[in-house]
């Protein structure tokens, strides 16, 4: 089996695995990692109402310590495939740029990890001086239920133990080497609801408007800030997203009025916490004269951070070596699959350069595969060196 980069990312692209669809993606790596002498668990999950997903755990070797490469195959839709300069499920390129969907989210970052193993295993004939692992969901992009944290259940319950992981996520903002990520910031959605009494507007003595209620505690919720960020993380930060009232009739008090937020939160909060906190601040601001109630939609998104250390200094050390840039210890942008990995082993994320994730001609420069490969092998070496 070849260890080139660039063909593997080619043959991964050619797999139509838009989410959750598995599209021959997984079938593909499973081929690869049993002929280098992976134990293989190709797993499907499913739940009523919820599509079936497929993911893959493969492992080679028994012993500790046990490095886990972790990713996902499923791609975003194309959008309008004429629009594209190759067409987005062809794996071409123009001699300097491999296009298609998922080229740089992250089926580029996973030929880069495949191909730095095998690499590596060829080296050592066939064998790591400890445990090389694939994590690989099929449900990334959609809302990763059955993908990851079931995934990390099953290895649980089969006594897989994982000692630190890499994630393969478009990490880097412009350059390859500009930013690690080595947390996220947790996200809340939640429902602020007034009640009050319905009536005539011309008799408001008789109702009592949800509306002022509404306005003054959303005004509250958003007086003070909620924290002054932390070491690595910018202050939490709370936005409203609709207010709806849903009242069509011009002469009508409403009984009830809603508003939506979302809070994106650092590790100053814990997910009870910031729900404590919120209900402190209403409350207060009621002065009992308000009745109000939260609804929270169940969130699976909390905040987690790894300390820099040996590990952060292991892979900022390989990664200044091939790109002579110092990455930044970055805790920016949405949620991703880390955060449930990062409750059974400390996780890094580096991966591609994000810009072109999820747009027409989503493309990658040849070197980029070439030079992330390089970076992957020298943390490999040095890991189990
Ligand atoms: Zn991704």
């Keep these: 089996m070849s260890a080139d980069p660039l063909s593997i990312a080619r043959d991964l692209l050619r797999c139509r695995s838009v989410t959750p669809a598995e599209g021959g993606a997984l079938k593909y790596l499973e081929g690869v990692l049993k002929s280098a002498g992976f134990e293989v668990h190709h797993l499907a999950f499913s739940e009523p109402g919820e599509d079936l997903v497929e993911n893959l755990y493969a492992r080679i070797g028994t012993q500790a310590p046990n490095l886990v490469f972790a990713g996902h ?3 975003v839709p194309p959008g309008d495939e004429k629009a594209w300069t190759h067409p987005p499920f062809a794996g071409e390129n123009d001699g300097t740029e491999l296009y ?3 080229a740089v989210d992250m089926k580029g970052g996973l030929a880069c990890a495949l191909a730095a193993v095998l690499d590596h295993l060829a080296a ?4 790591p001086n400890g445990s090389i692992s694939f994590l690989i969901t099929g449900d990334e992009e959609g809302i990763a239920i059955n993908g990851t944290p079931k995934l990390l259940k099953w290895a649980a319950e089969h006594g897989e133990k994982f000692d630190h992981c890499i994630l393969g996520e478009p990490s880097n903002i412009e350059a390859l080497g500009d930013t690690i990520k080595i947390g996220r910031r947790g996200s809340l959605n939640g429902h602020l609801i007034v009640s009050g009494k319905q ?3 011309a008799y408001p003595e008789r109702a009592d408007n949800p509306i002022r209620g509404l306005v003054t ?3 509250a919720l958003q007086a003070e800030p909620l924290d002054n960020g932390t070491e690595h993380f910018p ?3 709370l936005e409203f997203t609709t207010v709806d009232i849903g009242n069509k009739t011009v002469n009508l008090i409403p009984g009830q009025a809603r508003a939506r937020f979302n809070i994106r939160f650092n590790d100053t909060h814990t997910l009870d916490s910031l729900k404590a906190l919120m209900t ?3 409350t207060k601001a009621a002065g009992g004269k308000i009745r109000f109630a939260f609804e929270w939609e169940p969130s ?3 905040v987690f951070v790894i300390q820099p250390g040996p590990f952060t200094d292991m892979v900022t050390a390989a990664i200044e070596e091939v790109t002579a840039r110092k990455p930044h210890l970055s805790t920016s942008g949405g949620t991703s699959d880390a955060r449930f990995i990062a409750a059974h082993c400390p996780v890094v994320e580096f991966g591609l350069v994000g810009q072109t994730m999820h747009a027409v001609d989503e493309r990658v420069p040849i070197a980029d595969l070439r030079a992330l490969t390089t970076i992957y092998r020298k943390i490999i070496d040095r890991y189990f060196g």
């Design 300 to 302: 699976n998104a909390g």
């Design 100 to 102: 298609g969907r998922g």
């Design 217 to 219: 505690l959303i005004g």
């Design 124 to 127: 050592r004939g066939g064998k």
């Design 280 to 282: 402190q601040r209403a």
């Design 235 to 237: 202050p939490s930060h």
């Design 199 to 201: 009536g005539h507007v």
């Design 73 to 75: 195959t499923d791609v």
